[in-house]
C-alpha cells in the first residue's frame, strides 16, 4: 500500500479521489441519458466533493505530480464541463427548444465545451503542481458548472424559460475566459 503515499504514483490516494470524481461524472452522465436528472446531479456534486479533496490530499500529503494535474483537469472536464452542459441539453433544450432555438442552443452548448476546455488547458499550462495561486483569473470551471446548475434549478422551477437559460450559458461561458478574479478558497 505503500504506492498510495508515493507522489510518482498513478494510483496515490490524490489520484485514486480524483478517478473516483471520473467515475461519478461518468455515472452522472450516464443517469441524464435515462433522464433521472436528480440521481446525475447528486452524482456530479459527490464528483465536486472529490474534487475539493483530491486537491487537498495531494497537497498536505506532496503528492501533486504532473500526472495529477493533468488527470485532475480531465475530470473537472468531464464533471464541470460536459456533465452539466449535456444535463441543461437534454433536460432544457431538448425538451422545450426546437427548430433554429434548437440549433442556436446547440452552438451556444458547444461554445461552453470550448471555453471550458480551453480554460482548463490554460490553467494547465499556466500552473505548477502543488501550488495554488491566491486569485483565479477567470471563472473557474467548478463555479462555471455551479452557476449552470442553478441556472437549470430556475428553469425546473418554471422562473427562467430557454431562452434565458441559453443566455446565461453564453455569459457563463464567456466568464470562464475572462479577466474577473476570483478569489481561491
Do not use: C
Request: proline share 3%.
Amino acid at each position: 500500500m505503500k504506492f498510495l503515499w508515493k507522489p510518482s504514483s498513478h494510483f496515490n490516494l490524490a489520484n485514486l479521489f480524483t478517478f473516483v470524481n471520473i467515475t461519478a461524472g461518468l455515472m452522472a452522465t450516464y443517469f441524464i441519458t435515462q433522464n433521472n436528472f436528480v440521481l446525475a446531479i447528486a452524482l456530479a456534486w459527490v464528483g465536486g466533493a472529490f474534487d475539493i479533496f483530491d486537491g487537498k490530499i495531494a497537497r498536505k500529503y506532496n503528492l501533486s505530480n504532473e500526472f495529477g494535474v493533468q488527470l485532475d483537469s480531465f475530470a473537472d472536464f468531464l464533471s464541470f464541463v460536459l456533465v452539466p452542459v449535456f444535463l441543461i441539453f437534454q433536460a432544457v433544450y431538448a425538451t422545450q427548444l426546437s427548430g433554429i432555438t434548437l440549433i442556436t442552443a446547440s452552438i451556444i452548448s458547444i461554445y461552453y465545451v470550448i471555453s471550458g476546455l480551453r480554460r482548463l488547458i490554460h490553467f494547465n499550462l499556466n500552473a505548477d503542481a502543488g501550488e495554488v495561486d491566491k486569485y483565479f483569473t477567470g471563472v473557474p470551471t467548478p463555479l462555471g458548472a455551479i452557476l449552470l446548475w442553478l441556472v437549470y434549478l430556475t428553469n425546473a422551477y418554471e422562473i427562467l424559460p430557454a431562452y434565458v437559460v441559453m443566455l446565461a450559458m453564453l455569459v457563463i461561458a464567456w466568464t470562464l475566459n475572462s479577466q474577473i478574479k476570483v478569489r481561491h478558497p
